[in-house]
């Protein structure tokens, strides 16, 4: 493996993996779970954090590295979905999918490891347009993945809505337990009242100060 041809993904996930505490990166095949497990543990001080979880080891493999990691030995397994049954270690504190699952009952299935001990959690998906468009097919017909990725509402609502008809949306949530979706659109109304805000004070105290008006969220949303 080069070390200069890092996945970039595998890059972004590191930050789960140094933060501590007990994770699962869920990957499609056994081949990626061999490569994302050989990346991460290339990396420094990653080497004794991280083990591999998959159909392809032998079975005293596959129950020393679970039993590893359920002790805590071994922080984060990277590991097929064939990992996702039966587990139930409540200290999970993040759930990475490496590769989209084929619907969303398959990504609540996997998510759902996560925080069962009733503290914060984290839930990431990792999806390219392409893996998306495979993971439908694979799927029969379930187009939710997609809906889910690419529909800009709020994943809780897309989520509870595949469930039954009564949904929920992250808007009565702290920012900690929002989506990605309901958070950056959060950020963004609060970043454009600020600037409203700053825009007034300094037209009121007759000068501009270093507010640009060409910059104004109000002017840009406009036009």
């Given at each position: ?9 595998v ?22 779970v ?12 990653l ?11 032998d ?43 084929n ?6 299935q ?40 690419y ?6 609502h ?12 992250c ?37 501009m ?11 840009r949303t406009?036009?």
């Amino acid at each position: 493996l080069d070390p200069n041809e890092r996945d970039p993904v595998v890059q972004d996930i590191v930050r789960y993996v140094r933060d501590g505490g007990s994770g699962i990166i869920y990957c499609r095949q056994k081949s990626t779970v061999d490569r994302v497990c050989s990346m991460l543990r290339s990396m420094a001080g990653l080497d004794d954090l991280v083990a591999p979880y998959h159909a392809g080891l032998d079975q005293r493999t596959r129950e020393r590295h679970q039993e590893a990691w359920e002790e805590g030995d071994v922080p984060v397994l990277v590991a097929t979905v064939a990992f996702s049954m039966g587990i139930n270690k409540p200290d999970v504190r993040f759930v990475v999918q490496y590769d989209p699952p084929n619907t969303l009952a398959d990504l609540l299935q996997q998510a759902g490891r996560a925080g069962r001990d009733g503290k914060h959690a984290v839930s990431v998906l990792y999806a390219s347009h392409e893996e998306v468009q495979t993971s439908t097919r694979f799927s029969k017909g379930d187009t939710s993945i997609m809906e889910y990725c690419y529909s800009g509402s709020c994943r809780r609502h897309v989520l509870t809505s595949y469930f039954g008809p009564t949904s929920k949306t992250c808007a009565s949530l702290g920012a900690e337990f929002k989506c990605d979706v309901c958070l950056k659109s959060a950020m963004s109304v609060t970043a454009a009242l600020e600037r409203a805000e700053r825009l007034v004070a300094a037209r009121t105290s007759g000068g501009m100060g270093d507010v640009d008006s060409d910059e104004s969220p109000i002017k840009r949303t406009r036009t």
